[in-house]
């Protein structure tokens, strides 16, 4: 009865592969959202979409690019991974733009 | 730009002794000041959402209030299990929902 999930939880690659990451919620919510958080715990907002329209691009590299299948899925491809995307990556809904986020349990990433 | 500071940064209490942490806020036409719990390795957890300065909220050992500058959570008779990093953040016009750095609590027994 998880309510946002994420997969992977833990994922370890080599700089200049490219990657994804899963996430699912089933709380029936218009809007999802990816976070980065880095060593320092920061957690920075990097994409939001609400009804698989994409509301914000923080600056973030192109590199990054969000797809929303549907309303319940929001994934993150990575292309071209380097040191510095080591972080923590969180994927959050809410019932609309501006309400309470539910965050998923993360995905650690660590770029070698 | 929005802002969100909190402070202290960290913060060691022995159990049973209150404190209160602070969150600061600048965000643009708020529509909502939230506080969070994060637990180690795992996602930020709602506990409290705030949309009009004097509103309170309470929680078990948990009290938010909101003024038109910040934000408290004051924390009565803690206990170990209340040792986390809590995280307030700010949602205004423009989609913006920034969060502050944290406060790292440690409840010693």
Same mark, same amino acid.
């Given at each position: /009865? %998880?309510a946002?999930?994420? %997969?992977?939880?833990?994922? $370890?690659t080599?700089?200049?592969? /490219?990657? &994804?990451?899963?996430?699912?919620?089933?709380?029936?919510? /218009?809007?999802?959202?990816?976070?980065?958080q /880095?060593s320092?715990?920061?957690?920075?907002?990097?994409? &939001?979409?609400?009804?698989?329209?994409?509301?914000?691009?923080? %600056? $973030?590299p192109?590199?990054?690019?969000?797809?929303?299948?549907?309303?319940?899925h929001?994934?993150?491809?990575?292309?071209?991974?380097?040191l510095?995307? &080591?972080? $923590?990556?969180?994927?959050? &809904?809410?019932?609309?733009?501006?309400?309470?986020?539910?965050?998923?349990?993360?995905?650690?990433?660590? $770029?070698? | 730009?929005?802002?969100?500071?909190?402070?202290?940064?960290a913060?060691?209490?022995?159990e049973g002794?209150?404190?209160?942490?602070?969150c600061? +806020?600048?965000?643009?036409g708020? =529509?909502?000041?939230?506080?969070? =719990?994060?637990?180690?390795? *795992?996602?930020? @957890?709602?506990?409290?959402?705030?949309?009009?300065?004097? @509103?309170?909220? @309470?929680? @078990? =050992?948990?009290?938010?209030?909101?003024?038109?500058?910040e934000?408290?959570?004051?924390?009565?008779?803690p *206990?170990?299990?209340d040792?986390?990093? +809590?995280?307030?953040?700010?949602?205004?016009?423009?989609?913006n929902?920034?969060?502050?750095?944290?406060? =790292?609590?440690?409840?010693?027994?």
């Open positions: /009865d %998880t946002v999930s994420q %997969t992977p939880k833990y994922l $370890v080599q700089m200049g592969n /490219d990657k &994804s990451i899963k996430c699912e919620q089933n709380l029936g919510h /218009d809007t999802m959202y990816w976070y980065k /880095d320092k715990k920061f957690l920075k907002i990097m994409f &939001s979409y609400n009804n698989k329209e994409l509301i914000i691009n923080e %600056t $973030v192109n590199r990054f690019s969000p797809k929303s299948p549907d309303k319940a929001l994934n993150l491809h990575i292309n071209s991974l380097e510095g995307d &080591s972080a $923590v990556y969180f994927c959050a &809904s809410s019932p609309g733009l501006q309400e309470t986020q539910y965050f998923g349990p993360g995905t650690r990433l660590l $770029v070698l | 730009e929005d802002q969100v500071t909190q402070s202290p940064e913060l060691r209490l022995q002794e209150s404190s209160s942490l602070n600061s +806020y600048t965000v643009s708020l =529509r909502g000041l939230f506080w969070y =719990r994060q637990d180690p390795g *795992k996602g930020p @957890e709602f506990l409290f959402t705030l949309y009009s300065a004097g @509103e309170e909220k @309470e929680k @078990e =050992r948990l009290k938010a209030t909101l003024t038109k500058k934000s408290f959570l004051h924390i009565t008779a *206990k170990p299990e040792s986390a990093t +809590y995280l307030c953040a700010g949602g205004g016009y423009g989609q929902f920034v969060f502050g750095p944290g406060t =790292r609590l440690s409840v010693l027994p």
